[in-house]
């Protein structure tokens, strides 16, 4: 058990850690956009670097795909399903209004096929054939949809359907989007390689285009989503990489194709000039350590969860200073694992980030005479 009598701000010396000098100017404001919501996201270190009301419930329109898709490659990682196996068109799923992959009541079609479909031609009857597959109902494939959601930790979404036709009570949150393109990203790399990329997809001949048109004007993005319906406006989810870094831009709202490009592109670009990123420490890296009284060890390692990854002013990484709030005094016994305080990582007086640090090993209680010791030199802390 931790005991904790009170807390200290102790100040580490990770870092170096430079007065502030007048050239050390404020990080510009993002740009002023005309989305309903927006929210720019670096994706190594998770940061929000710009934002306008990002956890508001909006329509999501097609963009609900992408939770679609993720369900899909977490079966295909799990061996529930291969990109080969056959898939037979029902009725429902060519009944399907909106976009479309034109699949026929009977067809059967690859899994492959219909990702595709889903992805490149926003598919809604590649969307239903895809969810029946899985689940045999849509219905019960939206429950799964509504428990991956809460298991991502996607507190301000909640879904209807497949597809993201409007529907009562169907909804996202631009950050939501970011966080569930992020998760495509990282549990999924070769399936995303795999579908997010391309600009054409097709199927009985006729050939279809990839509604993000950034992937044909900004080499920088690798992939994304959009969305659009007469309700919930124009939405995009665009992902970019330069210089080592991804960011995931997400607009929804805007009142065009055009708006919801420009602005999206707008928010890239604002991250890639003025923000850089970099690995401050290494997985189990030790950042620190602690006194622990009456334990069979004296120091107990501070460590976060895997590497740190922050975004910070570009080309001002000695001006980054960090500090960590630990307890004053622990006592043994400790367990790995246990979480001990927070490293807050600034910028001039910003905080850019807040990262959870754990016990970084177990230590157990000492022998009577260790506590009997300790007990006496405690009094004297």
């Given at each position: 058990?931790?005991?904790?009598?009170?807390?200290?701000?102790?100040?580490?010396?990770?870092?170096?850690?430079?007065?502030?000098?007048?050239?050390?100017?404020?990080?510009?404001?993002?740009?002023?956009?005309?989305?309903?919501?927006?929210?720019?996201?670096?994706?190594g270190s998770g940061q929000t670097l710009a934002a306008k009301n990002p956890d508001?419930?909006?329509?999501?329109?097609?963009?609900?795909?992408?939770?679609?898709?993720?369900?899909?490659?977490?079966?295909?990682?799990?061996?529930?399903?291969?990109?080969?196996?056959?898939?037979?068109?029902?009725?429902?799923?060519?009944?399907?209004?909106?976009?479309?992959?034109?699949?026929?009541?009977?067809?059967?079609?690859?899994?492959?096929?219909?990702?595709?479909?889903?992805?490149?031609?926003?598919?809604?009857?590649?969307?239903?054939?895809?969810?029946?597959?899985?689940?045999?109902?849509?219905?019960?494939?939206?429950?799964?949809?509504?428990?991956?959601?809460?298991?991502?930790?996607?507190?301000?979404?909640?879904?209807?359907?497949?597809?993201?036709?409007?529907?009562?009570?169907?909804?996202?949150?631009?950050?939501?989007?970011?966080?569930?393109?992020?998760?495509?990203?990282?549990?999924?790399?070769?399936?995303?390689?795999?579908?997010?990329?391309?600009?054409?997809?097709?199927?009985?001949?006729?050939?279809?285009?990839?509604?993000?048109?950034?992937?044909?004007?900004?080499?920088?993005?690798?992939?994304?989503?959009?969305?659009?319906?007469?309700?919930?406006?124009?939405?995009?989810?665009?992902?970019?990489?330069?210089?080592?870094?991804?960011?995931?831009?997400?607009?929804?709202?805007?009142?065009?194709?055009?708006?919801?490009?420009?602005?999206?592109?707008?928010?890239?670009?604002?991250?890639?000039?003025?923000?850089?990123?970099?690995?401050?420490?290494?997985?189990?890296?030790?950042?620190?350590?602690?006194?622990?009284?009456?334990?069979?060890?004296?120091?107990?390692?501070?460590?976060?969860?895997?590497?740190?990854?922050?975004?910070?002013?570009?080309?001002?990484?000695?001006?980054?200073?960090?500090?960590?709030?630990?307890?004053?005094?622990?006592?043994?016994?400790?367990?790995?694992?246990?979480?001990?305080?927070?490293?807050?990582?600034?910028?001039?007086?910003?905080?850019?980030?807040?990262?959870?640090?754990?016990?970084?090993?177990?230590?157990?209680?000492?022998?009577?005479?260790?506590?009997?010791?300790?007990?006496?030199?405690?009094?004297?802390?």
């Amino acid at each position: 058990m931790l005991h904790i009598k009170r807390l200290v701000l102790a100040t580490c010396a990770l870092l170096a850690s430079m007065s502030v000098m007048a050239a050390d100017l404020p990080i510009p404001s993002a740009p002023s956009l005309g989305a309903k919501t927006y929210v720019l996201v670096d994706y190594g270190s998770g940061q929000t670097l710009a934002a306008k009301n990002p956890d508001q419930r909006v329509e999501p329109a097609s963009v609900t795909k992408l939770m679609t898709a993720y369900i899909v490659f977490d079966e295909i990682a799990k061996n529930n399903l291969s990109p080969d196996d056959m898939v037979t068109v029902s009725k429902k799923a060519w009944e399907m209004k909106g976009s479309q992959m034109f699949l026929k009541v009977g067809d059967k079609v690859s899994v492959d096929k219909l990702i595709h479909g889903l992805i490149t031609a926003s598919g809604n009857d590649a969307a239903v054939s895809l969810a029946e597959y899985v689940a045999g109902t849509t219905s019960t494939f939206v429950d799964y949809m509504n428990q991956y959601a809460k298991q991502l930790g996607m507190g301000n979404s909640r879904f209807q359907d497949v597809n993201g036709l409007p529907q009562e009570g169907h909804y996202m949150s631009a950050r939501d989007i970011a966080t569930l393109y992020a998760a495509i990203v990282r549990e999924f790399p070769k399936l995303y390689d795999t579908y997010f990329h391309n600009k054409k997809f097709a199927y009985n001949g006729i050939q279809q285009y990839n509604r993000n048109t950034l992937l044909w004007s900004d080499d920088r993005v690798d992939g994304g989503k959009t969305g659009h319906t007469e309700s919930a406006g124009y939405n995009l989810v665009a992902s970019a990489k330069a210089d080592g870094m991804r960011v995931i831009s997400v607009v929804t709202g805007t009142n065009s194709e055009n708006a919801r490009k420009s602005q999206a592109e707008a928010l890239i670009s604002y991250a890639f000039r003025f923000y850089q990123e970099a690995e401050l420490f290494g997985a189990d890296k030790q950042i620190a350590q602690i006194r622990v009284w009456k334990g069979d060890e004296t120091q107990v390692p501070v460590v976060a969860q895997g590497a740190i990854n922050v975004a910070y002013p570009r080309g001002k990484r000695d001006k980054l200073t960090t500090s960590a709030e630990l307890p004053a005094t622990l006592s043994a016994p400790v367990e790995k694992g246990e979480r001990l305080g927070t490293l807050a990582i600034k910028y001039n007086d910003q905080v850019l980030k807040e990262e959870p640090l754990y016990a970084g090993k177990t230590i157990a209680e000492g022998g009577y005479i260790r506590q009997a010791m300790d007990e006496i030199l405690m009094m004297f802390q």
